[in-house]
Every structure is written in structure tokens, then in C-alpha cells.
């Protein structure tokens, strides 16, 4: 097995400072400066967050849902495969009993840290009871504190699916 020489590029002085690479750029970039600046019509902007992106369709991932029975009680049996699908581990569920016959277990706490979430939707796939659902419209969430983007379980039942994606 032989060993193979890649010889290196760039010994010049002039592509060691990167300088045509940087002119190109500035180039490409002036080009397009000048192109939007003769003809504004083709440019797309809104003024956020006064006017909200209308072009979300069904399969956008929003902020988490949990769904509920027609009795008002949540559908999640604390089951943790939401929990344990988690690529970022930011689902934390603490189960308790539950009496009235729907199920064995209910969340006594269920919290999602939306900062650590990277809304891959695995949790949505690994629900066995459809309890848990993305697909609120939600894609923007503020706070002041990392605190406030802990969401709990009360949050995440009062969470609605949008009626914009409810009737596309």
C-alpha cells in the first residue's frame, strides 16, 4: 500500500491573501446590488412581525402539541418513546398512576426545552397514542429568560393546531 502525495495549492503570495477569491465575491455581490437596485419588484421582503409568513403548508413543524380526549385529559400514557426518540434529549416526562380507566399512566410533569429542541419530529413518529403533534404553525417563540422556552404540559394542551394548516 503505497502512500499518495496530494501536492498543495496556494504557495503564491497572491493566493495566500485570498485576494481574487475576495474580489470575485465582491463582484458577484455588486452585481446583484445593482440588478435589485434598477428593478425592486422582484424583491420579496416583509415587514416582521407585523405580517406573519403566509406560505407554511402542513408538513412545517411548529412548536409541540399535545393532543387531548374528547373528555378534555391528555391522550399521553407516559410511555417516554418520545422522550427516548429524542436526538437533542430535551422531552423530560415524570409519570404518575392514573384511575380513571382511559390508561395505566399519565405525565404528572411533561416539559420540552424548545432551545434544546431541534425539531426533527422523531417524537411525533415514536408516539404509539398520536398524543404528541408539531403541527401547531407556531415558528416563532420569544422570551427574556431561558426559563420561559421550558414549556410544560399545561402550555403544550392549550397549544391548538393552526386553521391555517387546518385547512390546507
Not at 427574556?144 to 394542551?157: A, C, G, P, T
Given at each position: 500500500m503505497g502512500i499518495k502525495i496530494v501536492p498543495r495549492h496556494g504557495k503564491?503570495?497572491?493566493?495566500?491573501?485570498?485576494?481574487?477569491?475576495?474580489?470575485?465575491?465582491?463582484?458577484?455581490?455588486?452585481?446583484?446590488?445593482?440588478?435589485?437596485?434598477?428593478?425592486?419588484?422582484?424583491?420579496?421582503?416583509?415587514?416582521?412581525?407585523?405580517?406573519?409568513?403566509?406560505?407554511?403548508?402542513?408538513?412545517?413543524?411548529?412548536?409541540?402539541?399535545?393532543?387531548?380526549?374528547?373528555?378534555?385529559?391528555?391522550?399521553?400514557?407516559?410511555c417516554y418513546m418520545c422522550a427516548t426518540a429524542c436526538p437533542a434529549n430535551c422531552i423530560f416526562i415524570d409519570a404518575q398512576e392514573r384511575f380513571d380507566g382511559v390508561a395505566e399512566k399519565r405525565p404528572k410533569q411533561f416539559k420540552i426545552d424548545l432551545l434544546e429542541c431541534v425539531y426533527c419530529g422523531y417524537c411525533v413518529e415514536a408516539c404509539p397514542c398520536d398524543a404528541i403533534r408539531m403541527d401547531t404553525g407556531i415558528f416563532s417563540f420569544t422570551g427574556?429568560?431561558?426559563?420561559?422556552?421550558?414549556?410544560?404540559?399545561?402550555?403544550?394542551?392549550s397549544n391548538e393546531r393552526s386553521k391555517d394548516l387546518n385547512d390546507g
Open positions: 503564491s503570495l497572491k493566493d495566500k491573501l485570498y485576494l481574487p477569491a475576495i474580489a470575485g465575491g465582491m463582484k458577484t455581490t455588486f452585481k446583484h446590488f445593482v440588478k435589485n437596485l434598477k428593478d425592486t419588484s422582484n424583491l420579496r421582503t416583509m415587514s416582521y412581525p407585523e405580517v406573519q409568513p403566509d406560505d407554511l403548508n402542513e408538513r412545517y413543524r411548529g412548536v409541540h402539541r399535545l393532543t387531548k380526549w374528547d373528555d378534555g385529559s391528555e391522550k399521553c400514557v407516559a427574556s429568560s431561558r426559563e420561559e422556552f421550558v414549556v410544560d404540559k399545561d402550555y403544550l394542551m
